[in-house]
Structures are given as structure tokens and as C-alpha cells.
């Protein structure tokens, strides 16, 4: 096989699968890993893919969120509306996870409307805004602090063993056409796991951008969520996987 018929091919499969490791590479093509290698540094000097430690990711890639900054600052109204909609969706006087996330962010704004909350999350940000409240209380996870204010680790997922609550209210990276639930991080998404397990009631919150966004880490499936939220009629393909999931679809419209 020529060079560039072997780089071409490679393109194509990490385009269609995201990320794919220099193993899986090298069996594929019958060749030695220090050729991938080889291969991988010339794609990626041209701008062709991004290389990582073991593997390459396509360009808009699935192992590596955008910046905080920018995350806060995209589909900002349509955050606002799935705020309004989680929070009038949870009662006065309930217990309450919250994870990492701007939309989650978002929903504890929309929540300081509300009357004796308990609240448990591994996001500063969030335990900020809700701290503000005098008759909330706010229990902020141990573990190591992201730039972005999410605590992570496993002594995070472990302090969420403790406790079993009304709702978990959960963002998310990435929503495949199976149902996967994705995100980028893997130790978030052992927290994020341990969330779910530990509340009665699952609310996920996730704007039409998230549907069909590639990410590498499996969180869970969206039949463990009880109810999600979104700004707009997601395309027949995922209504049809929400349905199927047995999961409540409440849009936010404008």
C-alpha cells in the first residue's frame, strides 16, 4: 500500500470513528507502530488530525472539549430556557445532585427562586450561586479542581456514595444515535455515574448542539435518564431512541 493511500485511509478512519489508537492502526494496515507514528506527525503537521499519546483524534475532536470560556458562551438562550424548564420541573425542599457543566450552571441560577434546597455537587461554580441562599444548603464534593470549577476524582465519586436523593440534575458532552450519553472526561464521568446511581429521580439537560457531538468516554444510555430536556424537536432518529428509552421529552421553546 502506498504512503499516501495509507494516510488517506487513516483520515477516513478517524473521521468516522473520532479517535483510534496507533495499535488498532498499525494492525489494521500490517504495519509497525513507529510507521503510524510516522504517518500520524506528517497528518498532523498538515493540519489533517490532532495527534495524542497513543492515538489521533479528528480535527473537531472527540477526546478534548472546548474551552470553559467558550462553552459558557454558546447557545446561551437556549441554556436559559432548559434552565427555566429543569427548575420548575423540581419542587421546593428537595434534595438535589448537580454536576459539572454550563448548562447546569445555568439551572442553579434558575433555582434560587425556590425554598429549602439540599444541594450535593462537584461544581464550584454551581455551590457558588446556590450558596447565596440562606435557607439552601450546599455540599461541595472533595477531589481535585478543574480550571473550569469541576472537582473530579475518585474520592469525588466516592463522597457521592453517601448520599441518595430526589433528582440528579446532569449535563452531558455528547448524545450518540444509540442512546449513548458521552462526555470527554473520564474521571467526570465516573462522578456523573455515581450521580445517577444515587438519585430517585434522573433530569439531563442538553441543548440541540449536544445531539450527535462525538465524544470518547461512555457515561451511560439515555434509559437511566428519567427526563430530558432540550430547546428543540430533536431530528426523528434521536426522538425515536428517546422514545424507544422510555425517557420524557420536555422542549423549552422559545
Known sequence: ?????????????????GYISIDELAQHFDV???????????LADAGLLKRYHGGAASSDSSVENTTYIMRAGQQSEEKHRIA???????????????NIGTT?????HALLNHQGLKVITNNLNVAKILSAKADFEVLIASGQVRPDGGV??????????QFKVDYALVG??????????LDFDFQEVCVSQRIILGARHVFLAADHSKFGRNAMN???????????????????????IIQESGVILSIAES
Open 152 to 161: 473530579i476524582g475518585q474520592a469525588t465519586a466516592e463522597f457521592f456514595k
Open 1 to 17: 500500500m502506498s504512503l499516501m493511500l495509507r494516510q488517506q485511509q487513516t483520515l477516513d478512519l478517524v473521521r468516522e470513528r
Open 218 to 240: 461512555r457515561l451511560g444510555v439515555l434509559s437511566e435518564v428519567d427526563r430530558l430536556f432540550t430547546d428543540c424537536m430533536p431530528e426523528a432518529k434521536y426522538n425515536k
Open 84 to 98: 427555566e424548564a429543569v427548575a420548575a420541573a423540581v419542587p421546593d425542599h428537595a434534595s438535589l445532585f448537580i
Open 32 to 42: 509497525t507502530p513507529q510507521t503510524i507514528r510516522r504517518d500520524i506527525n506528517q
Open 172 to 181: 452531558i458532552s455528547g448524545i450518540d444515535e444509540d442512546g449513548t450519553l
Open 104 to 108: 447546569t450552571e445555568a439551572i442553579a
